[in-house]
C-alpha cells in the first residue's frame, strides 16, 4: 500500500502552483563585515535543482543585521544575478533591504524579512546568497552592535529558504 508514502509528483499532472522542494539554511554565528562593496554573507546560502525550467522559486529570507554607526544595505543574488532590487538611479546604492543603521543604542539588532517568487529558467543547481554592503564602520550578523555580555543584548539568528513551486 501507497499510504503514508510521500511521493513527488509530476507536475504536468496536477497543474501549477504545487511546492515540489523546499530548502533551507539557518546562520546562528555572527558575521561582521566593514568592507564597502558588497560582500558575500558566510554561511548564508543555499542551492536548489529545480526540476523544470518552467517552475518558480519562491525566496524566503530572514536577516538579523545591524550597522554600527553607519549605512548598511543588503541584496540577494541568484548565482551572480542580483534579484529582488530596485532599480539603478544614479549613485544611489541598489538593494533588496536596509538601512540597518543603529540610530539610538548598541544593543539594537534590525530584522530584515524578504519574499520574492524568482523565476530563474533552469534544471542546473542554482545557489542563492545574501550580500551585505557596509558604507563605512562595520556591520554585524546575529548580534546587537555593541554585543556586551549581559542580558539586554542579544544573539540571533539569520535564514534564507527556497520553495520550489510548479510553473
Sequence with gaps: SDAGVLKRLDASLVGGGLVLQVVSTTKTAIFSVTSG??????????????????????????????????????????????????????SRTVTSGGNMYNESDGANIKN?????????????????????????????????????DNADYGRSASTITLIEIAG
Excluded: C, E, M
Design 37 to 90: 562593496s558588497y560582500t558575500d554573507l558566510t554561511g548564508l546560502s543555499v542551492s536548489i535543482t529545480p526540476s523544470s525550467s518552467s517552475n518558480k522559486i519562491l525566496v524566503l529570507v530572514n536577516l538579523n543585521a545591524v550597522g554600527q554607526d553607519n549605512q548598511t544595505f543588503w541584496k540577494v543574488v541568484r548565482a551572480s544575478t542580483d534579484i529582488s532590487v530596485g532599480a539603478t538611479a544614479g
Design 112 to 148: 530584515n524579512s524578504l519574499n520574492f517568487l524568482d523565476s530563474p529558467s533552469t534544471t542546473s543547481a542554482t545557489t542563492y546568497k545574501i550580500q551585505i554592503y557596509s558604507r563605512s564602520g562595520a556591520t554585524h550578523v546575529n548580534r546587537s552592535s555593541a554585543d556586551t
